[in-house]
Nanobody
Framework: QVQLVESGGGLVQAGGSQRLSCAASGPILTISAMGWYRQAPGKMRELVASISGVDKIDYADSVKGRFTISRDNVKNLVYTMHLQMTNLNSEDTAIYYC??????????????????WGQGTQVTVSA
Protein backbone atom coordinates (compact mmCIF):
# COMPACT_ATOMS: atom_id res chain seq x y z
CA GLN A 1 0.00 0.00 0.00
CA VAL A 2 1.12 3.53 -0.71
CA GLN A 3 1.37 5.50 2.51
CA LEU A 4 1.38 9.26 2.94
CA VAL A 5 2.66 10.85 6.13
CA GLU A 6 2.09 14.54 6.72
CA SER A 7 3.98 16.82 9.06
CA GLY A 8 3.77 20.45 10.01
CA GLY A 9 0.63 22.33 10.83
CA GLY A 10 -0.52 23.75 14.14
CA LEU A 11 -1.38 27.18 15.44
CA VAL A 12 0.02 30.30 13.78
CA GLN A 13 -0.78 33.98 14.07
CA ALA A 14 -2.31 35.89 11.20
CA GLY A 15 0.40 37.13 8.88
CA GLY A 16 2.68 34.29 9.86
CA SER A 17 4.11 31.40 7.89
CA GLN A 18 3.99 27.64 8.09
CA ARG A 19 5.39 24.73 6.13
CA LEU A 20 3.67 21.43 5.54
CA SER A 21 5.40 18.30 4.29
CA CYS A 22 4.13 15.02 2.91
CA ALA A 23 6.20 11.88 2.46
CA ALA A 24 4.90 9.16 0.13
CA SER A 25 6.31 5.66 0.31
CA GLY A 26 5.43 2.15 -0.77
CA PRO A 27 5.41 0.23 -4.08
CA ILE A 28 5.27 3.39 -6.21
CA LEU A 29 6.16 3.07 -9.88
CA THR A 30 5.19 6.47 -11.19
CA ILE A 31 3.61 9.63 -9.85
CA SER A 32 1.29 11.61 -12.10
CA ALA A 33 0.22 14.29 -9.63
CA MET A 34 0.86 15.49 -6.10
CA GLY A 35 -1.30 18.03 -4.40
CA TRP A 36 -2.57 19.69 -1.27
CA TYR A 37 -6.24 20.02 -0.42
CA ARG A 38 -7.96 21.61 2.54
CA GLN A 39 -11.31 21.41 4.23
CA ALA A 40 -12.62 24.09 6.54
CA PRO A 41 -15.53 23.44 8.94
CA GLY A 42 -18.80 23.32 7.06
CA LYS A 43 -17.13 23.58 3.67
CA MET A 44 -16.24 21.22 0.86
CA ARG A 45 -12.72 19.96 0.44
CA GLU A 46 -10.91 22.17 -2.06
CA LEU A 47 -7.70 21.99 -4.05
CA VAL A 48 -5.03 24.34 -2.74
CA ALA A 49 -2.06 23.54 -4.96
CA SER A 50 -0.86 20.75 -7.21
CA ILE A 51 2.08 19.56 -9.26
CA SER A 52 1.33 17.35 -12.25
CA GLY A 53 3.08 16.16 -15.36
CA VAL A 54 6.47 17.75 -15.84
CA ASP A 55 6.16 20.27 -13.01
CA LYS A 56 2.89 21.85 -14.08
CA ILE A 57 1.86 23.81 -11.01
CA ASP A 58 -1.59 25.12 -10.19
CA TYR A 59 -2.85 27.15 -7.26
CA ALA A 60 -6.26 28.10 -5.99
CA ASP A 61 -6.87 31.79 -6.60
CA SER A 62 -7.16 32.39 -2.86
CA VAL A 63 -3.56 31.31 -2.21
CA LYS A 64 -1.74 32.58 -5.29
CA GLY A 65 1.26 34.66 -4.33
CA ARG A 66 1.17 33.36 -0.75
CA PHE A 67 1.61 29.59 -0.99
CA THR A 68 4.32 27.65 -2.78
CA ILE A 69 4.21 23.94 -3.56
CA SER A 70 7.42 22.04 -4.20
CA ARG A 71 8.74 18.52 -4.26
CA ASP A 72 12.10 16.98 -3.53
CA ASN A 73 13.95 14.48 -5.66
CA VAL A 74 13.02 10.95 -4.61
CA LYS A 75 15.31 9.70 -1.84
CA ASN A 76 15.40 6.16 -0.49
CA LEU A 77 12.18 5.48 -2.45
CA VAL A 78 10.39 8.25 -0.54
CA TYR A 79 8.69 11.04 -2.48
CA THR A 80 8.37 14.26 -0.50
CA MET A 81 6.47 17.40 -1.27
CA HIS A 82 6.02 20.62 0.67
CA LEU A 83 3.61 23.48 0.97
CA GLN A 84 5.14 26.73 2.13
CA MET A 85 2.41 29.05 3.35
CA THR A 86 3.02 32.73 4.02
CA ASN A 87 0.90 35.71 5.02
CA LEU A 88 -1.67 33.37 6.53
CA ASN A 89 -5.12 34.62 7.42
CA SER A 90 -8.17 33.20 9.18
CA GLU A 91 -9.59 31.97 5.87
CA ASP A 92 -6.69 29.53 5.67
CA THR A 93 -7.79 27.73 8.82
CA ALA A 94 -8.60 24.16 7.79
CA ILE A 95 -7.46 20.58 7.81
CA TYR A 96 -4.88 20.16 5.08
CA TYR A 97 -4.57 16.86 3.22
CA CYS A 98 -1.90 15.72 0.80
CA UNK A 99 -2.86 13.61 -2.18
CA UNK A 100 -0.74 11.58 -4.54
CA UNK A 101 -1.83 9.82 -7.73
CA UNK A 102 0.15 7.45 -9.85
CA UNK A 103 0.79 3.76 -10.50
CA UNK A 104 2.01 1.08 -8.14
CA UNK A 105 2.88 -2.59 -8.17
CA UNK A 106 0.75 -5.11 -6.33
CA UNK A 107 1.72 -8.25 -4.42
CA UNK A 108 0.83 -10.24 -7.54
CA UNK A 109 3.15 -8.06 -9.64
CA UNK A 110 0.31 -6.30 -11.41
CA UNK A 111 0.47 -2.60 -12.11
CA UNK A 112 -2.48 -0.51 -11.05
CA UNK A 113 -3.40 3.10 -10.45
CA UNK A 114 -3.49 4.53 -6.97
CA UNK A 115 -4.99 7.66 -5.45
CA UNK A 116 -3.83 8.06 -1.85
CA TRP A 117 -4.55 10.59 0.88
CA GLY A 118 -2.67 11.68 3.94
CA GLN A 119 -4.26 11.63 7.37
CA GLY A 120 -4.73 15.40 7.42
CA THR A 121 -3.08 18.06 9.54
CA GLN A 122 -4.82 20.96 11.22
CA VAL A 123 -3.73 24.50 10.44
CA THR A 124 -5.28 27.16 12.66
CA VAL A 125 -4.66 30.83 12.03
CA SER A 126 -5.40 33.09 14.97
CA ALA A 127 -6.25 36.77 14.66
Amino acid sequence: QVQLVESGGGLVQAGGSQRLSCAASGPILTISAMGWYRQAPGKMRELVASISGVDKIDYADSVKGRFTISRDNVKNLVYTMHLQMTNLNSEDTAIYYCNVKGTRTTVSDRIEDFDSWGQGTQVTVSA
